[in-house]
C-alpha cells in the first residue's frame, strides 16, 4: 500500500460545501463537526478552508446567491421584493437546514449583499425613507426565517405554509406601498 500523501488533495472548499448542501437538503444543520464526519476528516482539516461556523454560513450564502440569483432583480420594487421572497422561499425549501444558521448569522456574503442592495435602492426610488427601507428589509427577513420555519413543522400542510407566506409577502407589499403613497401624495 502507498504511503505519503495522496495524489490530490481530499479537501477543498468546493467539497466542503458540496457536502454543506447535502447535510441541509437531507434538513440537517450544516455544522463543521458534521461536515468533518460527512467527509470523514479531523474538523480541524476544516480550517484550513473555513474560518469558522459563521464564515461557513456565508459562504453558503454567497454559493447559493450566485447559483440562484438572476441577472439583475426587476425595476420595480414591488416585483423585486416579491422575486427575492420566492426565491428565499424556495432555497429554504431546498436547504432546509440551513434556516437556523442563516437566521442567527449576519450577513457577510457580497452576492447577497448585492441584492439586498438592489432591493434597498428600488424601495427608496420608488420614495420610501431611509428609516422605512431597513424596517422592510427587516420585516422581510423575519417573515422569510418565520416562513421556512413554519414550513418544517410537520403538523402545517405544504400548502398552508405556501398560503401563509404569499399573505406575509402581500401584506409586507401592501403596507409598504401605503407608506410610499403617504409620503407621495400627502392628501
Known amino acids: 500500500m502507498p504511503r505519503g500523501r495522496p495524489p490530490a488533495p481530499l479537501l477543498s472548499r468546493e467539497r466542503i460545501l458540496e457536502t454543506a448542501l447535502k447535510l441541509a437538503a437531507e434538513r440537517r444543520?450544516?455544522?463543521?463537526?458534521?461536515?468533518?464526519?460527512?467527509?470523514g476528516v479531523h474538523v480541524s482539516s476544516l480550517y484550513g478552508y473555513i474560518d469558522s461556523r459563521e464564515h461557513l454560513t456565508n459562504l453558503l450564502r454567497d454559493h447559493l446567491a450566485s447559483a440562484a440569483q438572476p441577472p439583475a432583480l426587476p425595476?420595480?420594487?414591488?416585483?423585486?421584493?416579491?422575486?427575492?421572497?420566492?426565491g428565499v422561499r424556495a432555497?429554504?425549501?431546498?436547504?432546509?437546514?440551513?434556516?437556523?444558521?442563516?437566521?442567527?448569522?449576519?450577513?457577510?456574503?457580497?452576492d447577497v449583499g448585492t441584492a439586498y442592495a438592489h432591493l434597498e435602492a428600488r424601495m427608496r426610488d420608488a420614495g420610501l425613507p431611509?428609516?422605512?427601507?431597513?424596517?422592510?428589509?427587516?420585516?422581510?427577513?423575519?417573515?422569510?426565517?418565520?416562513?421556512?420555519?413554519e414550513a418544517q413543522d410537520p403538523r402545517t400542510s405544504p400548502e398552508e405554509?405556501?398560503?401563509?407566506?404569499?399573505?406575509?409577502?402581500?401584506?409586507?407589499?401592501?403596507?409598504?406601498?401605503?407608506?410610499?403613497?403617504?409620503?407621495?401624495d400627502p392628501n
Open 75 to 86: 425595476m420595480d420594487w414591488e416585483a423585486a421584493v416579491r422575486e427575492f421572497a420566492t
Open 91 to 110: 432555497l429554504f425549501e431546498q436547504f432546509p437546514g440551513l434556516v437556523v444558521s442563516f437566521a442567527i448569522t449576519p450577513v457577510d456574503a457580497p
Open 130 to 149: 431611509p428609516a422605512d427601507v431597513d424596517a422592510a428589509v427587516r420585516l422581510l427577513n423575519s417573515l422569510l426565517i418565520g416562513s421556512a420555519l
Open 29 to 39: 444543520e450544516p455544522t463543521l463537526g458534521r461536515i468533518s464526519k460527512e467527509l
Open 161 to 184: 405554509a405556501r398560503a401563509a407566506f404569499q399573505l406575509g409577502v402581500d401584506g409586507m407589499v401592501l403596507a409598504v406601498r401605503q407608506r410610499i403613497s403617504a409620503r407621495v
